[in-house]
T-cell receptor, first 115, second 111 residues
Framework: DTGVSQDPRHKITKRGQNVTFRCDPISEHNRLYWYRQTLGQGPEFLTYFQNEAQLEKSRLLSDRFSAERPKGSFSTLEIQRTEQGDSAMYLC?????????????FGNGTRLTVT | EDQVTQSPEALRLQEGESSSLNCSYTVSGLRGLFWYRQDPGKGPEFLFTLYSAGEEKEKERLKATLTKKESFLHITAPKPEDSATYLCAVPRYNQGGKLIFGQGTELSVKP
């Protein structure tokens, strides 16, 4: 079963450091999404890609955040100069596209702890 | 503003005690409502999509229903393995896969 894969599963970093997360979507899914989830809350949309094009970014995505999806395959999410408020679960999801009715398939996330 | 609200926030049941979870939504032009299950430390796992009022979907002990204002997830004779957080989400109108999630209902089923 080649589901959505995320790496690393856990990341502990010190405030001010840069971190990068990777997501490998389900093959042939052309849409890829990043969400952030804090304890006791539902996931919040950050950004999404249609193939290699980044089509939308949430206001939650400050200038310290950048996401890429080179060649429309895997994606990376980088956070520069991390802050304690960045501590959360970062979830990646993919879908085959075809409109907003396609369910998103999520990976198991990267849990970031900023100390 | 588009919004999704789930209730209750937490629900404790005894094994075999049926109940329902509620998901209320306000969104322009509903284009489906999704239910997900999330286990601790894992990502959400897709359960159902409902597209129109009156529609019902079933999977094992779970049945999801949809009206014009809310959705219910009915759990019949739950087992401890049904313990998880259940999330509902709706797509924001005409904005691709940008889902608006509720805060979830944490279900605990005791043997």
């Amino acid at each position: 079963d080649t589901g959505v894969s995320q790496d690393p599963r856990h990341k502990i970093t010190k405030r001010g450091q840069n971190v990068t997360f990777r997501c490998d979507p389900i093959s042939e899914h052309n849409r890829l999404y990043w969400y952030r989830q804090t304890l006791g809350q539902g996931p919040e949309f950050l950004t999404y890609f249609q193939n290699e094009a980044q089509l939308e970014k949430s206001r939650l995505l400050s200038d310290r955040f950048s996401a890429e999806r080179p060649k429309g395959s895997f994606s990376t999410l980088e956070i520069q100069r991390t802050e304690q408020g960045d501590s959360a679960m970062y979830l990646c999801a993919s879908s085959p596209g075809g409109g907003s009715n396609s369910p998103l398939h999520f990976g198991n996330g990267t849990r970031l702890t900023v100390t | 503003e588009d919004q999704v609200t789930q209730s209750p926030e937490a629900l404790r049941l005894q094994e075999g005690e049926s109940s329902s979870l509620n998901c209320s939504y306000t969104v322009s032009g509903l284009r489906g409502l999704f239910w997900y299950r999330q286990d601790p430390g894992k990502g959400p796992e897709f359960l159902f999509t409902l597209y129109s009022a009156g529609e019902e979907k079933e999977k094992e002990r779970l049945k999801a229903t949809l009206t014009k204002k809310e959705s219910f997830l009915h759990i019949t004779a739950p087992k401890p393995e049904d313990s998880a957080t259940y999330l509902c989400a709706v797509p924001r109108y005409n904005q691709g896969g940008k889902l608006i999630f509720g805060q979830g209902t944490e279900l605990s089923v005791k043997p």
